[in-house]
């Protein structure tokens, strides 16, 4: 697949700190106009010589992709970062370099669009782990796609007797808590990283996080949801069933009736019946969610994991990767780097956008000897698309500058703008090759 040109990094600073299995070094704290970055893990990515490509030179530290998906030490890989800036693609991309270099890996995405699995060969992806064919070298490559109810139902089924496990999925409020729940995504999307690690079946994990409005929600919406099923709310409601002796039933009987009459008005009674008939069903295993919840949010800060933030050359998407930065480094989650997409790039970078731009005036206004007026038409007009791309460039350049001046130790490997989307493992090579730096 051809390329729009190819910007690489600049001279990189000295080689990755180590500070355990994975190498995390600390990030630099440093005060902005947007507030301190806090000092974290910066941690996963080693740092190559920085390359120039096409003329145009990128400070800041370069990420190795190979050096990471070569380590055996790495088991998972988090893709995050803001919605439509390409973190599906990388993943999948990802995990065919890392399967063609030797690893045994499963690519885990939320992306329902049927262009990903077409792109490996698939006719579908599910909840089940498919084997992706086509793929040279000794590893392997298997892919789903998060199915979020039928992970809820999994739950249930490995954590209840059968009886109740079926009383708990007839439930209406269950039904509608395990389709469309707030934070039910993101938490189902973490119940399967914990299973497939507890599975022990795979030597690398990708995981493409799902994606919302906002790049923290992925981060919070785990603890979030554990404390709804274990909080205030679901004990009251469990109460009766856990007090003993008439006398407390009967006294507690009166706090409920009056407490269940309030929310009955408030949320319906029929509601208010479905939600206690899911919380009595469902007692025995509340405790569970929280205490996964919390042993999945420790497995993001283990070593062997790395986070890789994605982001493309904007001002909106950096912003948001900014925030995550800050996030993993105050929660001293390991950071791999960053992967900025979409860079573009030209073959002619020593013709800057203002001679481009003369050059295509003049065209216009004097013409030339040598060319018919078609001809002079059509070189202007492209002289014209050269320093329009030139400006973009221009846009790109100082926007990810900005971004490196305040996170100087985060690495960053960029991966040019491409033609068209990817349709075929050809196209996700491609990208593999660019984003360990080749052109």
């Known amino acids: 697949m051809t390329t729009d040109g190819t910007t690489s990094n600049g001279p990189a600073g000295p080689g990755a700190s180590s500070g355990g299995p994975t190498g995390q070094s600390p990030a630099s704290s440093r005060t902005t106009g947007h507030g301190a970055v806090g000092n974290g893990a910066v941690g996963n990515g080693a740092v190559g010589n920085g390359a120039v490509g096409n003329g145009v030179r990128s400070t800041g530290r370069r990420l190795a992709v190979d050096e990471l998906i070569d380590d055996p030490k790495t088991r998972i890989i988090v893709c995050c970062g803001s919605g439509g800036v390409g973190k599906t693609t990388t993943a999948a991309a990802l995990g065919l370099r890392a399967a063609e270099r030797g690893r045994k890996v499963v690519v885990l995405t939320i992306d329902p669009a049927r262009r ?15 084997v992706v064919k086509g793929i040279t070298g000794t590893g392997e490559l298997q892919a789903m796609m998060l199915d979020m109810k039928r992970t809820f139902d999994e739950v249930v089924l490995a954590h209840a007797e ?10 209406p409020f269950y039904q509608s808590l395990s389709a469309g729940f707030a934070g039910t995504q993101e938490y189902m999307a973490m119940e399967k990283l914990g299973q497939l690690r507890a599975a022990e079946e795979w030597d690398l994990i ?4 799902p994606p919302s409005r906002s790049a923290l929600d992925f981060l919070d919406a785990p603890n979030r949801l554990g404390s709804f099923l274990d909080g205030r709310v679901i004990r009251i409601l469990t109460a009766p069933a856990k007090v003993g002796g008439r006398s407390a039933m009967r006294f507690l009987n009166v706090g409920m009736g009056l407490l269940t009459g309030t929310l009955g008005k408030i949320f ?3 509601l208010l019946t479905d939600v206690q008939t899911f919380v009595s069903a469902m007692d025995s295993m509340f405790g569970g969610f929280r205490e996964r919840a919390d042993r999945t949010y420790q497995l993001l800060k283990a070593p062997g994991t790395a ?3 994605v982001a493309a050359p904007e001002r909106d998407a950096l912003r948001e990767a900014a925030y995550f930065v800050d996030r993993l480094a105050a929660d001293r989650m390991p950071l791999a780097g960053l992967v900025l ?10 013709l800057t956008a203002e001679r481009a ?9 004097n013409g030339s000897e040598h060319a018919s007026p078609e001809a002079e038409q059509l070189a202007a007009g492209l002289l014209r698309l050269h320093a329009e791309r030139m400006q973009i460039m221009g846009r790109e350049r100082r926007t990810r500058d900005r971004f490196v001046s305040v996170y100087p130790d985060v690495p960053i490997v960029e991966v040019p703008a491409l033609p068209g989307d990817v349709h075929d493992l050809d196209g996700l090579r491609a990208i593999g090759d660019r984003l360990n730096g080749a052109v």
């Open 116 to 130: 990903l699995a077409q792109s490996m060969g698939l006719t579908e992806l599910d909840n089940t782990p498919r």
């Open 162 to 171: 059968p009886e109740r496990a079926r009383a708990i999925m007839e439930n």
């Open 268 to 270: 319906g009674a029929q």
């Open 206 to 209: 990708v995981v493409d996080t």
């Open 357 to 365: 731009l003369a050059a295509a005036e003049a065209l216009e206004e």
């Open 341 to 350: 997409n979409r860079v573009h790039g030209t073959g002619a970078p020593q």
């Open 307 to 309: 986070f890789l933030v």
